[in-house]
């Protein structure tokens, strides 16, 4: 069994920073893209940051020059700077992985989400 598990949400004042943190534990063979993505209240859930296991990454353009993905290959975790925050920032925030962890291929999973709260 897969597990992402995040943690490092919060509440800030705006222009404030976090940093948030992503492991993915259990039987796991190899990871592909690890994502996050982010939902406010009332709005459709959507990609925040995006990373390859090439090292490639990827911004939505809200976020791009605030916020920086990076991730950690041997720990099997994903990371989310988080910048010069807005109170539209608010939302809560999903890691989301493509993750080999059988000899099926790839599944896609979710962590349970992180709220990040940005308020003055």
């Known amino acids: 069994q897969v597990q992402l598990v995040e943690s490092g949400g919060g509440s800030v004042q705006p222009g404030g920073s976090l940093r948030l943190s992503c492991a993915a534990s259990?039987?796991?063979?190899?990871?592909?893209?690890m994502n996050w993505y982010r939902q406010a209240p009332g709005k459709q859930r959507e990609l925040v940051a995006g990373s390859t296991s090439a090292g490639n990454t990827n911004y939505a353009d809200s976020v791009k020059g605030r916020f920086t993905i990076s991730r950690d290959n041997a720990k099997n975790t994903v990371y989310l700077q988080m910048n010069s925050l807005k109170p539209e920032d608010t939302a809560v925030y999903y890691c989301?992985?493509?993750?080999?962890?059988?000899?099926?291929?790839?599944?896609?999973?979710w962590g349970q989400g992180t709220q990040v709260t940005v308020s003055s």
């Open positions: 989301n992985a493509d993750i080999r962890s059988s000899s099926y291929g790839y599944g896609n999973y």
């Open positions: 259990g039987r796991i063979f190899s990871i592909r893209a």
